[in-house]
């Protein structure tokens, strides 16, 4: 157990909506990372968050949004979902100065 | 785009046997690590190899990075139904900000 939490675990959603995937970081981690990860495939890079700012994104639309809180706790939205973000979705927690990160067991979303 | 290509992309062994899987990536990094997912769930971080190492041990993992072949090996000694899974590779790019970029992964299965 790595102390990440995911929810939901699993979402259903139909193309053009709108979900909000949530991740709570291990206790004492500053930084989230996001990543989408279709299926046979590895994680894709989306972006992390570090002390609430964004520290680095990877090659997704802008539709992918993010924040994180005060208390280090994470959201994705995506926004006009599409077929191809059927994927699961994992977060993962970290502190900045280290370089080994943390999964939550991850948020499998189905767009139909 | 990912970064690291593991090969084989599965592999099948008797318990007991050892299993090596490899990992190629494409730029200069500050390390590269190892990390097991099972069955579509969260990843669980294996081991860490900084740009500087050669080799190193982790239990019944051996890990050894070549940087002037960027390339890299998971050895697993001894193996066990339980390390059924699927096995990444992620390099922490020098100019990459902390993101991890990660390969398609090696799937492997353990038979008893």
């Known amino acids: 157990e790595t102390g990440v939490t995911q929810s939901p675990t699993h979402l259903i959603k139909t193309r053009g909506q709108q979900v909000t995937l949530r991740c709570s970081s291990q206790s004492g981690h500053n930084t989230v990372s996001w990543y989408q990860q279709a299926l046979g495939q590895g994680p894709q890079f989306i972006f992390q968050y570090y002390r609430e700012e964004e520290n680095g994104r990877g090659n997704f639309p802008p539709r992918f949004s993010g924040l994180q809180f005060p208390n280090y706790s994470s959201e994705l939205n995506v926004n006009a979902l599409e077929l191809d973000d059927s994927a699961l979705y994992l977060c993962?927690?970290?502190?900045?100065?280290?370089?080994?990160?943390?999964f939550g067991p991850g948020t499998r979303l189905l767009v139909l | 785009s990912q970064q690291g290509e593991e090969d084989p992309q599965a592999l099948s062994i008797q318990e007991g046997e050892n299993a090596t899987m490899n990992c190629s990536y494409k730029?200069?990094?500050?390390?590269l690590q190892w990390y097991r997912q099972n069955s579509g769930r969260g990843l669980v971080h294996l081991i860490l190899i900084r740009s500087n190492e050669r080799e190193k041990h982790s239990g019944r993992l051996r890990v050894t990075l070549d940087t002037s072949k960027k390339s890299s090996s998971l050895l697993i000694t001894a193996s066990r139904a339980a390390d059924t899974a699927s096995y990444f590779c992620?390099?922490?790019?020098?100019?990459?900000?902390?993101?991890?970029?990660w390969g398609a992964g090696t799937k492997l299965i353990i038979k008893p």
């Open positions: 992620a390099t922490d790019a020098m100019d990459s900000n902390y993101q991890l970029i």
């Open positions: 730029t200069s990094i500050n390390n």
């Open positions: 993962a927690s970290s502190d900045l100065r280290e370089e080994t990160q943390y």
